[in-house]
C-alpha cells in the first residue's frame, strides 16, 4: 500500500498563495488517481482537486477554479495543489488521497494522508 505525507500548510493572509506537496511512499504514484480535501471542525470534509492517473484530466471543486491548480510528478512521487488569490473560507486541514481505481470528487479513495493546517487571515 501506499503512504501519503502531506506538507507545505501554514499561515497566510487573504490573496497570499501556498504550495501544498503531497509526498508518496510504498508504491508508485503513478498507478493511483489523487485527490485533495479539506475539512474545518464545523463542516464535513469537503472536495477541491483531482487528477487522474497520468495527468492529462483534472477536477475542481467550483469555489476554487481558476485559483487552485492540482498537478503531479510522477517521477518524484509527488502531487501538488498551488493555491492563489486565497480566501479565509478555503482555511482547513488539506488532506491528500489516492486510490487505484476512482477518480472523482467523492470521498471513496483508499489512502489518506494526515493533512496539513492552512489558515486564511483576513
Known amino acids: 500500500q501506499v503512504q501519503l505525507v502531506e506538507s507545505g500548510g501554514g499561515s497566510v493572509q487573504a490573496g497570499g498563495s501556498l504550495r501544498l506537496s503531497c509526498a508518496a511512499s510504498?508504491?508508485?504514484?503513478?498507478?493511483?488517481?489523487m485527490g485533495w480535501f479539506r475539512q474545518v471542525p464545523w463542516k464535513e470534509r469537503e472536495f477541491v482537486a483531482a487528477?487522474?492517473?497520468?495527468?492529462?484530466?483534472?477536477s475542481y471543486t467550483d469555489s476554487v477554479k481558476g485559483r487552485f491548480t492540482i498537478s503531479r510528478d510522477n517521477a518524484k512521487n509527488t502531487v501538488s495543489l498551488q493555491m492563489n488569490s486565497l480566501k479565509p473560507e478555503d482555511m482547513g486541514v488539506y488532506y491528500c488521497?489516492?486510490?487505484?481505481?476512482?477518480?472523482?470528487?467523492?470521498?471513496?479513495?483508499?489512502?489518506w494522508g494526515q493533512g496539513t493546517q492552512v489558515t486564511v487571515s483576513s
Open positions: 488521497a489516492a486510490d487505484k481505481h476512482y477518480y472523482g470528487s467523492g470521498g471513496n479513495y483508499d489512502y
Open positions: 510504498g508504491r508508485s504514484l503513478s498507478i493511483y488517481a
Open positions: 487528477i487522474d492517473w497520468s495527468g492529462d484530466s483534472t
